[in-house]
């Protein structure tokens, strides 16, 4: 081989289909046609790839991040459309490159306005929101603070601009919580003597919750295609999957009753059978912890996972296919196999399984 030929590695690879990103951009728009789009891009870009998805999602009106450092990448990446940071600044030698920068911030706590005050560096303003807890009990400013805060921001003059109010939804994941209700009225009472915008909706307020819509809503898991919502699946919300894990089987053994199978002989084979192993483990990011019976898919069709995960391999009882052969293609989750089905298997979210593929698996890129 060539000294310029470059090995393909593991079977294990992630798909990126940035067309189902831009569809599920599409679907928030028409959730919320009279709101502009925050789209949150934290944690990578919900581990999709910040810029990648960024670039993509050029039709947003702004992004959402959590911190700095991913602001400045986005910057450094050409990225010239509002940034908010979600969760403010955290120090204050922060604000120089926030105001440089052109970033927004989300102001939740006293420390944070104390540092707006002392800071007087550069003429260059501030653009600030006020985070208002409403039932989150995370991160946000009691309402009853909201008007002494405001006064304090405006009494900074031109250091700061002050766009609006924000809040976050605890439970509104759940159409049947009323916590929402109560939330959207606390938030409603807190700003109703004021101007300026308001950010409320997550995606699931986005999809679920319309009276929450106002003049911006924050999309983040709908855009990569899962559903917010308990029990359902993007499909059913009209998303499409951005992310697909693939891999391929690496051996089929032929193997008799009795036969354990994998770390501790936790799964042993109730009659003669094939078994197959996937190149896929929690190396790569799949859940160790997901049980015996969570799907996979195998040249299209279900088949059960069996035993325990490893490091790089899991093992897939191959009864129901006969002829699969090593080679053939394995979906762990996205095309096919909604994620919300592993993520029920594992006891965790969607937002878990995607931001924990890690970086030896490589990454292509569908257009």
Same mark, same amino acid.
């Given at each position: 081989?060539?000294? %310029?030929?470059?090995?393909?590695?593991?079977?294990?690879?992630?798909?990126?289909?940035?067309?189902?990103?831009?569809? =599920? /951009?599409?679907?928030?728009?028409?959730?919320?046609?009279?709101?502009?789009?925050?789209?949150?891009?934290?944690?990578?870009? *919900?581990?999709?790839?910040?810029?990648?998805?960024?670039?993509?999602?050029? #039709?947003?009106?702004?992004?959402?991040?959590?911190?700095?450092?991913?602001?400045?990448?986005?910057?450094?990446? %050409?990225?010239?459309?509002?940034?908010?940071?979600?969760?403010?600044?955290?120090?204050?030698?922060? &604000?120089?490159?926030?105001?440089?920068?052109?970033?927004?911030?989300?102001?939740?706590?006293?420390?944070?306005?104390?540092?707006?005050?002392?800071?007087?560096? !550069?003429? &260059?303003?501030?653009?600030?929101?006020?985070?208002?807890?409403?039932?989150?009990?995370?991160? +946000?400013?009691?309402?009853?603070?909201?008007?002494?805060?405001?006064?304090?921001? /405006?009494?900074?003059?031109?250091? !700061?601009?002050?766009?609006?109010?924000?809040?976050?939804?605890?439970?509104?994941?759940?159409? =049947?919580?009323?916590?929402?209700?109560?939330?959207?009225?606390?938030?409603? /009472?807190?700003?109703?003597?004021?101007?300026?915008?308001?950010?409320?909706?997550?995606?699931?307020?986005?999809?679920?919750?319309?009276?929450?819509?106002?003049?911006?809503?924050?999309?983040? !898991?709908?855009?990569?295609?899962?559903?917010?919502?308990? +029990?359902?699946?993007?499909?059913?919300?009209?998303?499409?999957?951005?992310?697909?894990?693939?891999?391929?089987?690496?051996?089929?053994?032929?193997?008799? @009753?009795?036969?354990?199978? +994998? *770390? +501790?002989?936790?799964?042993?084979?109730?009659?003669?059978?094939?078994?197959?192993?996937?190149?896929?483990? *929690?190396? #790569?990011?799949?859940?160790?912890?997901?049980? @015996?019976? @969570?799907?996979?898919?195998? =040249?299209?069709?279900?088949?059960?996972?069996?035993?325990?995960?490893?490091?790089?391999?899991?093992?897939?009882?191959?009864?129901?296919?006969? =002829?699969?052969?090593?080679?053939?293609?394995?979906?762990?989750?996205?095309?096919?196999?909604?994620?919300?089905?592993?993520?029920?298997?594992?006891?965790?979210?969607? *937002?878990?399984?995607?931001?924990?593929?890690?970086?030896?698996?490589?990454?292509?890129?569908?257009?």
């Amino acid at each position: 081989m060539s000294s %310029g030929s470059v090995l393909p590695g593991r079977a294990a690879r992630v798909v990126i289909d940035l067309g189902a990103l831009r569809h =599920n /951009l599409g679907v928030a728009r028409r959730a919320a046609p009279h709101s502009r789009i925050m789209a949150a891009v934290k944690a990578n870009g *919900y581990g999709h790839g910040l810029v990648r998805v960024a670039r993509a999602l050029n #039709d947003a009106d702004a992004f959402g991040v959590a911190a700095i450092n991913e602001a400045l990448e986005l910057r450094e990446a %050409g990225i010239t459309k509002p940034v908010v940071l979600l969760e403010g600044f955290f120090h204050a030698d922060e &604000l120089e490159p926030i105001a440089h920068h052109g970033l927004e911030v989300a102001l939740h706590h006293l420390p944070q306005l104390e540092a707006l005050e002392r800071f007087n560096s !550069i003429p &260059l303003p501030v653009t600030v929101w006020i985070k208002i807890d409403t039932g989150m009990h995370r991160l +946000g400013f009691p309402p009853e603070q909201v008007a002494g805060v405001r006064e304090r921001l /405006l009494a900074l003059g031109e250091r !700061i601009r002050l766009r609006g109010f924000m809040t976050h939804f605890a439970n509104a994941d759940d159409r =049947n919580d009323p916590t929402t209700l109560r939330q959207l009225e606390q938030f409603a /009472l807190a700003t109703a003597s004021y101007s300026g915008e308001r950010a409320i909706a997550n995606s699931a307020g986005l999809l679920g919750w319309p009276q929450s819509h106002a003049d911006w809503v924050r999309p983040g !898991i709908m855009l990569y295609g899962a559903s917010p919502f308990i +029990g359902r699946t993007g499909a059913q919300e009209g998303l499409r999957p951005v992310m697909t894990l693939h891999s391929e089987l690496i051996a089929v053994n032929a193997l008799n @009753t009795g036969d354990a199978v +994998g *770390y +501790g002989g936790s799964w042993t084979c109730p009659e003669p059978m094939k078994v197959g192993v996937v190149a896929i483990g *929690y190396g #790569d990011g799949y859940p160790r912890h997901v049980p @015996t019976g @969570t799907p996979v898919l195998v =040249n299209g069709e279900r088949v059960p996972l069996i035993g325990r995960v490893s490091m790089d391999m899991i093992t897939v009882d191959l009864r129901s296919q006969p =002829n699969a052969r090593v080679g053939d293609p394995v979906v762990l989750w996205g095309d096919g196999l909604p994620v919300e089905e592993i993520t029920e298997s594992a006891g965790t979210i969607s *937002y878990d399984l995607l931001c924990r593929i890690t970086r030896r698996v490589p990454v292509i890129v569908k257009e």
